[in-house]
């Protein structure tokens, strides 16, 4: 599962740079333009608890009753754009997280959600999402650069770069892990 | 040297060195405010980060405003849990009745020129009408700053709003900001920050500068900004009484920043403000608007006033006029009335008004959230229609998944209040002859 790649002969390196590539599998559960946050996790639920393996059980209960009971921990998010908009509330990603999701793939994401899912080690994956169908597999390469290959298809989508000092609290797992071993920024 | 934007100014004074669109700043923050719906997590955090003491108390403001009062045992257990927390380590908590906290950072003057605050809650992005850098944050970002301080952010491109003219009778910034999100769409300003300008600015109030700029985010903005100008200064200057105002006020003015004239722009609009016309959005996307007209007849069964949008007392009165002429609400029509803070609603008793609302049968809920996201007030009966002075029309928004808002001006909201119906106040007026359409449109748009 892992591949070496070149090391770049970047002056700031991080974390995610120097190490092999990752690859991953995992089958696209599609979605559409403008998911707001209150789609994702309904904002009256985290009242009641702020647990994210309780709250995964009311995922997108507004707009996919379903989805709630047949995601899988393989799963990856795919959205088109402006994915999380509305709400700033974090339960909107450890939710997501704690349905065992660890890719979200837009064409764009509202920045608040953006920043929630670096914070929390969920991948925010930017690119154009046009041609991934709900149920395809995914191969996800977290490198230099983030690729999805979409089975089937030729060439792999590339991802939008994230900014090397944001990668870095995403590379330590999220701003907990970060800050914790760092105590500032 | 090329010059800068508002943001980039504001953002490159907090990090202490130049910082352009694209670049990332360790920023120190002014003040950071957290709601009930977003600190328990963040106190997770920070104790998950090995938090034992904040970094400093008073740059930290809590408010108790997404279950005011509380609906659940386990709701008002966070709001107990947060009230320990603040009283173990002095940080200030403006409890259940206060009102939303987004409201309470503006009255109490926190936000001022040259500051940066953020808010874990998207509407913080609303404190930018008094010159700051003002944008939402998530929890474990508000975890971050009790940890240190700071929070980073990447510095937006702006995009130069120009307004010019002046708002016609009947058209409010309501309007305006509705007119904004259809010109942008849901995230035409995504990553960017609005920044205002022209001779429209002018002829704003603060509340309508407040009002445009908490629904940036309804289009993507990570802020929006306005200049200090006369309007700004007077308004802190009836915010700053007492004996060190004058100071505090001159303060203001040597901190408030202007963006250069060659500064860069992403991206320019003009709006002709004399344009602006009264305007619905629909269900479930607010950046879905239509003039009133075209849904003129739409039955409404709720018709809520209130949020960090439509709830201060230039909007109640806005509302009660149409409401007082006309002889209140129809019958079957739930009024539900929500001052954004208490100081707004003390204002309303002392002017008689919630007396008025009180007699034509409204619904008073304590100063908050309410309604707005479910999480308290009155939720909606299944399938009702509800128009709304709130900033978001998400489908299952205020609690019930089957209901369909409507957003519009207090205006608007309360002509619609008085015909059971949607309905442009101006027709309202002419109610002599039949109202324009009067055929019953689908709730569903």
Redesign the interface.
């Known amino acids: 599962m892992k591949d070496d790649i070149d090391t770049p002969s970047q002056s700031r390196m991080h974390a995610a740079t120097t190490q092999p590539a990752v690859i991953v599998q995992g089958t696209a559960r599609c979605f559409g333009d403008d998911i707001n946050t209150d789609y994702i996790i309904s904002s009256r639920r985290k009242r009641e608890s702020l647990d994210p393996l309780v709250l995964k059980d009311f995922l997108f209960e507004t707009i996919a009753p379903a989805f709630a009971a047949s995601v899988r921990t393989a799963d990856v998010l795919v959205a088109g754009k402006n994915f999380g908009c509305g709400s700033a509330m974090e339960v909107a990603v450890t939710a997501v997280v704690g349905a065992g999701i660890r890719f979200v793939i837009a064409r764009s994401f509202a920045r608040t959600y953006f920043r929630n899912a670096i914070n929390n080690g969920l991948y925010p994956i930017e690119c154009d999402t046009g041609s991934i169908q709900e149920g395809d597999a995914l191969t996800v390469t977290l490198g230099t650069t983030i690729t999805v290959l979409r089975q089937g298809a030729s060439e792999p989508l590339v991802a939008a770069p994230i900014a090397p000092e944001v990668l870095e609290i995403l590379a330590a797992g999220g701003l907990v892990p970060y800050l914790r071993e760092r105590r500032t920024f | 040297m090329v010059g800068m934007t508002l943001s980039e100014k504001l953002l490159s004074r907090s990090a202490g060195k130049p910082l352009r669109a694209g670049d990332?700043g360790?920023c120190k923050v002014d003040y950071a405010m957290g709601t009930d719906?977003?600190v328990?997590?963040a106190l997770?955090?920070f104790s998950?980060?090995?938090g034992t003491r904040v970094f400093a108390a008073e740059q930290l403001l809590f408010a108790l405003d997404h279950?005011a009062p509380a609906?659940?045992p386990?709701?008002a257990m966070?709001q107990v849990r947060i009230r320990r927390f603040a009283a173990d380590h002095g940080i200030t908590v403006f409890d259940v009745g206060a009102g939303i906290g987004h409201q309470i950072v503006v009255e109490q003057a926190y936000a001022r020129p040259g500051r940066v605050l953020v808010g874990?809650?998207?509407h913080a992005v609303t404190y930018g009408a008094a010159n700051c850098f003002a944008t939402?944050?998530?929890?474990?970002?508000l975890?971050?700053v009790m940890?240190?301080g700071?929070v980073?952010l990447?510095v937006p491109a702006s995009i130069k709003v120009n307004l010019t003219g002046r708002l016609r009778e009947g058209a409010s910034a309501k309007d305006l900001a509705l007119s904004l999100a259809r010109k942008l769409g849901?995230?035409g300003a995504?990553?960017q920050a609005l920044e205002f300008h022209g001779d429209g600015v002018a002829t704003l109030d603060f509340d309508d500068r407040l009002v445009v700029a908490n629904m940036s985010v309804e289009m993507?903005a990570?802020n929006a900004v306005f200049a200090a100008d006369a309007v700004t200064f007077d308004y802190l200057s009836a915010r700053l009484a007492g004996g060190a105002c004058a100071s505090a006020l001159a303060r203001c003015v040597e901190a408030a920043l202007y963006a250069d004239p060659d500064a860069v722009y992403a991206s320019e609009i003009t709006v002709v403000l004399d344009e602006v016309e009264p305007c619905v959005a629909l269900p479930h996307?607010v950046d879905q608007v239509v003039p009133v007209a075209q849904v003129s007849g739409t039955p409404v069964q709720m018709v809520y006033l209130g949020t960090c949008t439509g709830g201060r007392v230039k909007d109640f009165r806005e509302a009660l006029d149409v409401l007082m002429r006309h002889g209140g609400p129809a019958p079957g029509v739930q009024l539900v009335v929500t001052p954004a803070s208490r100081e707004i609603m003390e204002s309303l008793a002392r002017g008689g008004e919630l007396a008025d609302f009180l007699a034509m049968g409204a619904i008073v809920v304590t100063p908050g959230c309410g309604s707005c996201?479910?999480?308290g007030g009155a939720i909606p009966a299944d399938g009702v229609n509800v128009i709304s002075t709130a900033n978001?029309n998400?489908?299952?928004?205020m609690?019930n998944?089957t209901a369909n808002i409507f957003l519009a001006s207090p205006r608007v909201c309360a002509a619609s209040a008085v015909a059971g119906h949607i309905i442009d106040p101006r027709a309202l007026d002419d109610r002599a002859q039949p109202p324009k359409s009067d055929s019953p449109m689908p709730a569903q748009p």
């Open positions: 990332i360790i719906g977003s328990p997590m997770d955090y998950a980060m090995g279950y609906p659940s386990k709701s966070l874990a809650d998207s939402g944050i998530g929890s474990s970002d975890a971050g940890m240190t700071e980073w990447k849901s995230d995504a990553y993507g990570k996307q996201c479910g999480t978001r998400f489908k299952g928004r609690g998944a």
